[in-house]
């Protein structure tokens, strides 16, 4: 997590969602009660495209703006609108005959090839987010920073409140930062969410609920606590360092209601079992997460920089990850800039992760799930940026990436016909983004010089 600030979590991959994008906005600068002029804007915006391979693609476009309000007081207010659509593993493992599954309902199918891993194809998500922050002085050296948030799905609400204070020490070359936050969620997953370890319905079953879009079925609920200390130090006159601890608890409804794991028959052939073959997963109601986060940033003599920055986080589901990334900012001249990056995130999996269950397995287990952001991954990320930093307060830029992920089969479920199969395939994505970063003032001033040229 970054200093100053705690990000507010949600159902889908983190690491998708942290990116600003292109949009284009005009904004009148607002008023504030000083009689002087008043300051500008400052418009931040962007369009982020993540794509995997078969699977699933996102768009999402970000808008930020920002406004000193008074001395060293900002609002800044950040508008989020992102579709997520494709097809999205749903737990099953791959077998040698076509595979039909149902939604929680049993109103809706769809069915998956041979040899396949079964992707859910009807995977859609719309989300709309708003999220405000007012960042105040509150001493000569003592800053706070007061957030809300709010953000909406067809099937899933949040709503959060954060708050940060950082203290200035060493003639201004140490800052403390402490922060908290607190998310209430509420999700309605469509056609109503299962019970652990109940069988996926037949095909035509009905039941449950209705699988339209925006019509979910009964609320359930979660909250999720996270608190951050965090210390951030001058070493000198061109580098800076970083360290946070974060503690975060959840509570509440964290199964994912549209997972299943395959049963197989008890014979040890990897077939499934005859009757009944899927049933849908279960998490702990409860989780507890802690992060070290460590970056360091050097601007060598030709003014490039180069940052550095180490993430281990670990929680009580048996989860373990570590995090390297590396970024190079080369300046090339006259405003232009080269940033290569690359990132490399490994992870162990949870205690209750399961690729199947042998029949009769699931009367015994507290939990199971077979969701493979649960499994053991190694994901890799190598990319490109290239920036146009213009006047005083604008930039342009452009960074194309590729993600590489792969992960590693239990042993112990791959067993019979399964032992030859990839219970958990490589995925791979491409990502693209754009983003534009202008004060209004600069806006309004190249928007007259245009003017000018076409009416000259």
């Not at 373990?320 to 990132?343: A, F, M």
């Not at 992870?347 to 992760?353: L, P």
Request: glycine fraction near 8%.
């Amino acid at each position: 997590m970054q200093l100053k600030k705690i990000t507010k979590g949600r159902k889908k991959s983190q690491n998708i969602r942290d990116s600003l994008a292109m949009a284009t906005c005009t904004l009148l600068a607002g008023i504030t009660p000083q009689t002087q002029a008043a300051s500008p804007w400052q418009i931040d915006g962007g369009l982020l495209i993540y794509a995997e391979k078969n699977r699933v693609s996102l768009v999402e476009p970000v808008l930020q703006l920002r406004k000193e309000i008074a001395d060293n007081e900002f609002i800044t207010t950040r508008l989020v609108a992102d579709t997520l659509t494709g097809a999205s593993p749903n737990g099953a493992a791959p077998t040698d005959t076509p595979q039909t599954f149902t939604s929680p309902s049993g109103n809706k199918s769809y069915t998956t090839k041979a040899n396949e891993i079964p992707l859910d194809p009807t995977f859609k998500d719309t989300r709309g987010a708003i999220n405000m922050e007012w960042e105040k002085p509150l001493s000569e050296r003592l800053r706070g920073i007061f957030g809300a948030s709010f953000s909406s799905e067809h099937d899933y609400t949040s709503f959060g409140v954060s708050a940060s204070l950082s203290q200035d020490f060493n003639q201004r070359n140490t800052t403390l930062t402490a922060a908290v936050s607190l998310d209430a969620d509420s999700i309605s997953p469509l056609g109503g969410a299962p019970d652990p370890f109940t069988a996926m319905p037949a095909v035509g079953s009905g039941g449950g609920g209705d699988d339209d879009e925006g019509e979910g079925g009964p609320s359930e609920n979660k909250t999720v606590q996270q608190y951050l200390l965090g210390v951030t130090q001058v070493l000198g006159h061109n580098t800076l360092t970083q360290l946070n601890y974060s503690y975060g608890h959840s509570n509440g409804y964290l199964t994912d209601p549209y997972k299943i794991l395959s049963v197989l028959d008890s014979n040890g052939s990897g077939d499934l079992r005859a009757t009944n073959p899927y049933v849908y997963e279960k998490r702990p109601d409860t989780r507890t997460f802690q992060t070290l986060y460590w970056k360091g940033i050097h601007q060598l003599g030709n003014e490039d920089v180069i940052t550095l920055a180490y993430r281990y986080g670990w929680d009580d589901w048996g989860v373990k990850s570590d995090t390297y990334d590396v970024r190079y900012r080369w300046e090339i001249g006259h405003g232009h800039y080269l940033q290569p990056h690359y990132r490399h995130y490994n992870q162990s999996a949870a205690d209750f992760y399961r690729q199947t269950l042998t029949d009769g397995e699931e009367t015994t287990l507290d939990y199971a799930s077979a969701d493979s952001r649960l499994g053991e991954l190694t994901t890799q990320t190598v990319g490109l940026k290239y920036g146009i930093v213009f006047d005083q307060d604008s930039e342009i830029n452009f960074r194309v990436e590729y993600m590489h992920q792969t992960g590693k089969t239990i042993a112990s479920d791959a067993v019979g016909k399964l032992a030859n199969v990839d219970l958990l395939p490589e995925n791979k994505a491409a990502i693209f983004q754009a983003g534009i970063s202008m004060s209004t003032d600069t806006l309004a001033k190249r928007m007259r010089t245009a003017y000018y040229k076409i009416t000259r």
